[in-house]
């Protein structure tokens, strides 16, 4: 309908002996408008180039010890000795694995709980101060999030968690205590499962949103409480979302450097509980690349580190971004 | 008149615009009442407060008394899943819950534990599904998604879905806006066969249709109740000026 109008109205400008003609400035102004907006549209496709260009020379400065090694060897070898030519990455990824997995496992009831409150029962007034809230937590810098853990968590993990699980816990093996120092991978669960809840309870709360109301009505109108409602009527319907959710704040828990190294405990053996200090990918990435780089292929190998990280986020986002905006456009069809 | 609902005295807020003016009405035992009037005289808020959904929106306020067989539906100590097990409503649009034929219809007995077991169920379903007229289309695909069926056929599934819950009073809030002449047709012979057993309110914006169903009448305007009365008396013979003009087409 508007394509149409405007499409009218430029001819009735460009026409010189059109009755609405202006000579003078029509021609100029719709260069400049098409100007403005190639300019738009490049500035706007930047950012796809940009993952393209990042991601291609990742594998480029990778491919050295990729074509070196075969990949067995560097995903499932457990020693790290660059200067012997060892590349095992598994200690690393393991620890990834298991950071990233406390990280979400906490945050995940408080997150849906938080968002089922949020979405389902809060008033207007709650929900108005409650939502910035939540969002400054989010814009908190991650260093901050780190030297809060070390000075917070660490020891909350070292004096209180550890003994207890000593207590209680010891014949399970993922929660026995090995070391006692409070660095390692609960302490960065615990930090990340914080750093990553305001993003996951903003995203679940905008996938309670889908829900239409309607719904909520008709069970409400035969006597149902608000709770059988949520059970019954929303839950169902937001369960592929409330996933989407936690694989997207995964992908940002993954990838979190400078607050889980700060408290993880970095060191490269491969964990066997949640005690244990471990060493994330991005934590030896970023604790090692710029030294030692007259060691053979270490550079490259650091980068492959890199380059797995970032193709595993990337497929993380894509796959949980495709369900969200899924749920979103249903919203907004309905 | 043996009134099922009595309204005293009801007056409502959205924020600050009051919607409701002192509202003081009766509806008939088992019979179909319609209330009337041009959009925004504030029907559909007045059904809404027969089954205390207006606490739904945010931002509104409430005075006076809604009694239901001569309680008080606000009163503090009065369950509000109660009420609505009591007073049933028939939304504008059907609105079927994401779950099979099936599950609709027993959606309400189960979360009032109304039946004691598979086999009472069964035999609920389809007496329910019968009354609403739709058991013949359905009985050999109880199991699929209630989504599935056509608009009408949806709306007389929340009908049977609402129904089974045993309620006494049936709201209607312009049940048949959204469905095609025939469909519509069919939920008014329901709602006509239904008013022995059940109280019916229904909030209309057709005239024609206000004539069809109705036994008793309410108009309405500009949140305030112009006229209320037998349909035989409200429709040939309005007392009031503002009636007799809606009833011709002016307003």
């Known amino acids: 309908m508007t394509q149409q109008n405007q499409s009218v109205n430029y001819e009735t400008i460009t026409k010189p ?9 029509a021609a100029h102004r ?120 070390l000075v917070a968590i660490v020891p909350f993990v070292d004096k209180v968690l550890a003994p207890f699980s000593e207590r209680w816990l010891s014949s399970v093996s993922i929660f026995k205590v090995n070391q006692p120092t409070g660095f390692g991978i609960l302490a960065a669960g615990i930090v990340l499962a914080v750093m990553i809840a305001p993003l996951i309870i903003s995203v679940m709360y905008e996938i309670f949103s889908t829900v239409p109301n309607d719904l909520r009505h008709a069970s409400l109108a035969v006597g149902a409480t608000q709770w059988q409602t949520i059970r019954t009527v929303v839950l169902p319907q937001v369960a592929p979302g409330i996933i989407a959710a936690l694989v997207l704040g995964a992908s940002r828990a993954l990838g979190e450097t400078i607050a889980v190294l700060i408290v993880v405990g970095n060191v490269p053996k ?49 796959l949980s971004m495709l369900v969200i905006q899924r749920m979103l456009r249903r919203k907004w069809a309905s | 008149m ?26 008939p035992k088992n019979q179909i009442t319609v209330i009337m009037g041009p959009s925004g005289c504030g029907k559909t808020t007045l059904l809404k407060t027969f089954n205390r959904f207006l606490e739904l929106t945010g931002g509104t306020q409430l005075t006076g008394e809604v009694l239901v067989d001569g309680q008080n539906i ?10 609505r097990k009591v007073v049933g409503l028939l939304a504008q649009r059907p609105s079927p819950l994401p ?14 534990r109304m039946k004691k077991d598979r086999k009472e169920y069964k035999a609920a379903v389809r007496h329910y599904l019968e009354i609403a007229g739709l058991w013949d289309e359905v009985h050999k695909r109880l199991h699929d998604p209630a989504t599935s069926l056509s608009i009408g056929q949806q709306q007389r599934l929340c009908l049977a879905r609402g129904l089974a819950v045993e309620p006494e009073i049936i709201l209607g809030d312009e049940p048949t806006s959204a469905l095609d002449p025939i469909s519509s047709q069919n939920i008014e012979s329901r709602l006509i066969e239904l008013k022995k057993q059940y109280t019916t309110v229904i909030v209309t914006h057709t005239l024609r249709q206000a004539k069809r169903l109705a036994d008793y009448v309410i108009y309405m305007y500009l949140g305030e109740v112009i006229e209320a009365g037998s349909a035989r008396e409200v429709f040939n013979d309005p007392q009031h000026e503002r009636t007799r003009a809606y009833l011709e087409g002016q307003i």
């Not at chain 2, 606000?74 to 009420?83: G, N, S």
């Open chain 2, 74 to 83: 606000y009163d503090r100590d009065v369950d509000v899943t109660e009420v």
């Open chain 1, 270 to 318: 491969v964990p066997t509980s949640i005690f244990d200090a471990a060493y994330p990918l991005p934590a030896l990435i970023a604790n090692n690349y710029g030294d030692m780089m007259s060691i053979p292929l270490y550079d490259s190998a650091l980068l492959s580190a890199a380059l797995v990280l970032l193709i595993v986020i990337l497929i993380f986002n894509i």
């Open chain 2, 99 to 112: 779950m099979s034929i099936y599950d609709n219809v027993v959606y309400g007995m189960n979360i009032h």
């Open chain 2, 2 to 27: 043996d009134a099922h609902i009595q309204v005293k005295n009801l007056n409502v807020y959205y924020s600050k615009q009051q919607a409701l003016k002192n509202i003081n009405i009766e509806i």
């Open chain 1, 17 to 25: 002996e059109g009755r609405h003609a202006r000579p003078s400035g």
């Open chain 1, 30 to 149: 719709r260069r400049l408008d098409q100007n403005v907006r190639r300019t738009f549209l490049v500035v706007t496709l930047l950012p796809i180039l940009l993952i393209s260009i990042v991601t291609i020379s990742l594998i480029v400065r990778s491919w050295p010890i990729l074509s070196a090694y075969p990949l067995k060897d560097l995903f499932l070898g457990t020693i790290w000795r660059p200067d012997k030519g060892l590349f095992g990455f598994y200690p690393y990824i393991v620890a990834t694995f298991w950071v990233t997995a406390v990280g979400v496992l906490l945050a995940t009831p408080p997150c849906i709980l938080v968002s089922i409150y949020l979405s389902e029962y809060a008033h207007l007034l709650t929900r108005t101060i409650a939502k910035p809230i939540l969002d400054l937590l989010a814009a908190i810098p991650p260093v901050v999030y780190g030297v809060w853990g």
